[in-house]
């Protein structure tokens, strides 16, 4: 599997990204001034595109799947597409506050530490429906982890029982629910070229 071995602060200087949305606390202490050109419609296009890429994790076939299946779905395609990105497990398990970072969600997962509905789940891409219970398993030496990360902000779409290391999907992320600035509608149009 590719992955990029850039450094974290610098490719989120790159895509225009605050590393906090990544769920990391540092900051670039380089020299913030720069020269930068402007971008053609396509550079602006395929930015976004790898931003939103970035964020979650996910490789570009996984990405352009992810957007197939949201053209075909009932809805705007670039809310639907962001939808999908947000319904993934390794993703639910970040923002229920069981992980600091996306990374650290995804090895989580990897390693088999998190149930859906009672089953191990072992894979980061599932997609979780409304009404999955989420749960971090009983035997899982993780949990000590877990409880210093413990002042997460769960969003409304989910719902969190961090005593008992479980969550709920209560309903599927909208819009409104994402905390970074995207422009999904830009991605759209790179894809239906």
Not at 3 to 29: D, F, H, W
Not at 79 to 91: A, F, M, T
């Amino acid at each position: 599997m590719g992955r990029s071995t850039q450094p974290l602060l610098k490719r989120c200087k790159a895509l225009g990204i605050n590393p906090v949305v990544m769920g990391y606390t540092k900051e670039s202490k380089r020299n913030q001034k720069e020269v930068r050109r402007k971008k053609s419609e396509y550079g602006v296009q395929l930015n976004e595109k790898q931003k939103v890429r970035f964020i979650y994790g996910v490789m570009e076939k996984q990405f352009r799947k992810y957007y197939d299946m949201a053209a075909k779905s009932n809805g705007v395609t670039g809310e639907s597409l962001l939808q999908i990105l947000e319904s993934r497990l390794d993703n639910v398990i970040f923002r229920l506050g069981f992980a600091k970072t996306r990374n650290q969600a995804r090895q989580m997962v990897n390693h088999g530490h998190v149930t859906v509905n009672g089953k191990k789940v072992d894979i980061p891409s599932y997609l979780v429906k409304v009404g999955d219970v989420i749960s971090i398993k009983e035997n899982s030496g993780i949990k000590k982890l877990i409880l210093a990360n413990n002042d997460t902000v769960v969003p409304a779409w989910l719902e969190a029982d961090k005593d008992n290391f479980t969550g709920k999907v209560v309903n599927l992320a909208t819009k409104a629910d994402i905390d970074y600035a995207v422009k999904e509608n830009l991605i759209v149009e790179y894809y239906s070229k």
